[in-house]
């Protein structure tokens, strides 16, 4: 799935402010933790502090800090704020995007799909964000912490190469 850069690095970055709401954090670290470079992640919490989700501050001791509950951060008013027209798109080519046109046979099937997916996010809030991404980790540390079934281990190299020889 591919979204908007923009987007994607504001939410990402809201997440990471959320989940420590007791320090600030400097542009070079969730710049690090997005994917992004220092000047794309600085223009993003720039105009995210202009609409009044985060506050900075300038100094050693500085960064940035978000100021409004999880819960009342909407991931749509978020994707108003930085993206000039939110975009989803399933699959791994954005190039091959094409508009569509009112008159093709198929535009109200995606109008009504689009639809169903703006409804959907304009429901969900950071915090819900936030709910998901801990139920994934915790998804993954039970299964990495689980011990393997009895019988699912997989033969080495090595011992796959013995079996053959030995069936000769």
Not at 100 to 105: A, D, F, S, V
Request: aromatic share 4%; hydrophobic share 40%.
């Amino acid at each position: 799935m591919l979204l908007g850069a923009r987007l994607a690095h504001g939410v990402r970055a809201l997440y990471e402010l959320a989940i420590l709401p007791e320090r600030r954090s400097a542009v070079r670290d969730l710049a690090q933790k997005c994917g992004t470079t220092e000047a794309i992640l600085r223009r993003i919490l720039l105009d995210l502090r202009a609409a009044g989700y985060l506050e900075a501050q300038k100094g050693r001791v500085g960064g940035f800090r978000l100021i409004k509950d999880p819960q009342e951060i909407k991931v749509i008013d978020v994707a108003r704020i930085l993206e000039r027209e939110p975009a989803l798109a399933l699959g791994g080519m954005r190039r091959d995007l094409v508009p569509l046109e009112p008159q093709c046979p198929t535009y109200l099937f995606w109008q009504t799909v689009e639809a169903k997916f703006l409804g959907e996010v304009s429901q969900a809030t950071l915090a819900d964000v936030i709910a998901l991404a801990r139920e994934a980790e915790r998804r993954r540390m039970t299964r990495r912490g689980q011990p393997k079934a009895k019988g699912s281990r997989r033969p080495t190299k090595g011992a796959k190469g013995r079996a053959r020889r030995s069936r000769r």
